[in-house]
């Protein structure tokens, strides 16, 4: 089994990464195999909306950033992880534009794996964030992981973060709950569980 944890901060090493790896570490602890993709500081596109990644198996139509990357990563993950720094009350830019072209090219990769999103701010702004980025594991038919409060941690350095020892603490039970329902979803493989069965999506719309 293994977990992806997208780190969205441009500072590999930031309070973002910090969190991200207290709950690398608690499903490490757990028998589960991890990696965190950096998304790094190079410009991510936004979609365009074209519907090109329809005939590409998987793939976003634009090759020239770490998109198409991300979604090979997703490809062989049993779980995900998102974590973003709070900019202006939401997740920054990057880590949007990739879960919009994720989610859009690579759906199928997300459905029925199970996957949480972590917030990190010096003050505010994490619900709101937590909030938008819940949205699209909820579309993508996503067993949707908690912890024992909001997936938060606070700190305006890596250091401070360490010092928030009750959001360190949600991170650590954010890793135990994944690896657990991990299991859950093997053992019911094992057991002849099949996943439920999904009806071809019906889209109406408001004004005809």
Aim: hydrophobic letters at 40%.
């Amino acid at each position: 089994m293994k977990v992806v944890l997208f780190n969205g901060s441009p500072k590999p090493f930031g309070c973002t990464f910090t969190a991200l790896s207290e709950v690398a570490k608690a499903l490490n602890e757990s028998g589960v195999e991890t990696e965190i993709f950096q998304l790094g500081k190079d410009p991510i596109r936004g979609c365009i909306g074209c519907g090109a990644c329809a005939k590409l198996d998987g793939q976003c139509v634009f090759n020239d950033d770490v998109v198409n990357k991300a979604l090979k990563a997703a490809a062989g993950a049993d779980g995900f992880v998102f974590g973003s720094p709070v900019y202006y009350a939401s997740a920054n830019g990057a880590m949007l534009a990739l879960m919009d072209r994720m989610f859009y090219a690579g759906g199928k990769y997300f459905q029925g794996k199970p996957g949480t999103c972590v917030a990190s701010a010096r003050r505010a702004g994490t619900t709101s964030t937590l909030d938008q980025m819940n949205k699209y594991l909820q579309f993508a038919n996503m067993p949707v992981v908690s912890s024992n409060y909001w997936n938060m941690v606070h700190g305006n350095t890596p250091d401070e973060v360490k010092q928030d020892l009750e959001g360190l603490q949600i991170m650590r039970n954010l890793g135990r709950n994944m690896a657990w329902l991990l299991k859950c979803i093997e053992a019911g493989k094992a057991a002849g569980i099949e996943p439920p069965i999904r009806e071809s999506k019906i889209k109406t719309n408001f004004i005809r």
